[in-house]
């Protein structure tokens, strides 16, 4: 059974400052990994998606790199903002047998930037 | 992307009773997904709910306490049945735009609190 495990569970840092969030899963036969923005009381929102052929992927401030061999995934965030603040998740994703898709996610690392 | 709806966003509810939570897609997907999130929780897989098949329920989850339809490519539905306090989450609607990448994407959520 996969586990995904996100460390650390909280993070505060001033503005400006660059920084990683770390993400590990047990179970390296995965189908790609994607990390999520979620904001208090909403929805989740998908920032970048890195397919299990793929090193990282790119999108603005946002780095996510994919190890699969050592199980592990990280977040950079470039020139923080303090409207980065936000609850970051990681999600892991396989291939079921009928030809779905299941997601197991972290619990999460919530961010506070402080302006 | 895709634009995904839900009614309602929350909802105060009492013991015993049932919620319908509702899921409109602005365009037509074949995956969707119902997760839960519990308070100070991560997303908790409950259903798959495909068009054209049987909703597949995860380990814990039955389709007596959760039912759930998919009447059409756009739209599905879940129900919460007999609700008690420990249902109080927050419940996410998901679906797959691209069975290439397999990324998946979440509505905003309702919130149910039950009394």
């Known amino acids: 059974k996969q586990e995904v495990t996100q460390i650390p569970a909280a993070l505060s840092v001033p503005e400006g400052e660059n920084l990683v969030l770390n993400c590990s899963f047990t179970?390296?036969?995965?189908?790609?990994l994607q990390w999520f923005r979620q904001d208090p009381g909403k929805g989740l929102t998908s920032l970048l998606l890195?397919?299990?052929?793929?090193r990282e992927q790119t999108s603005g401030r946002l780095n996510a790199s994919l190890d699969k061999s050592s199980g592990r995934s990280t977040l950079y965030i470039a020139a923080s903002q303090p409207g980065d603040s936000a609850t970051y998740l990681c999600?892991?994703?396989?291939?079921?047998?009928?030809?779905?898709?299941?997601?197991?996610f972290g619990k999460g690392t919530k961010l506070s930037v402080i302006p | 992307s895709a634009v995904i709806s839900q009614k309602p966003s929350r909802d105060i509810c009492q013991r015993g009773t049932s919620l319908t939570i509702q899921c409109q897609v602005d365009?037509?997907?074949?995956?969707m997904f119902w997760y839960r999130q519990q308070p100070g929780q991560s997303l908790t897989l409950i259903a798959t709910?495909?068009?054209?098949?049987?909703?597949?329920?995860e380990s814990g989850f039955v389709i007596d306490k959760f039912p759930i339809s998919r009447p059409n490519l756009t739209f599905s539905t879940l129900t919460v049945s007999n609700m008690s306090p420990e249902d109080s989450s927050i419940y996410l609607c998901?679906?797959?735009?691209?069975?290439?990448?397999?990324?998946?994407?979440f509505g905003e959520g309702s919130r149910l609190t039950v009394l």
């Open positions: 179970d390296s036969a995965i189908y790609n």
């Open positions: 998901s679906v797959g735009m691209n069975t290439n990448t397999g990324e998946l994407f």
């Open positions: 709910a495909n068009q054209g098949s049987e909703a597949t329920y």
């Open positions: 365009s037509q997907v074949t995956m």
């Open positions: 890195i397919q299990s052929s793929q």
């Open positions: 999600a892991a994703q396989r291939l079921t047998g009928a030809g779905s898709y299941q997601l197991t």
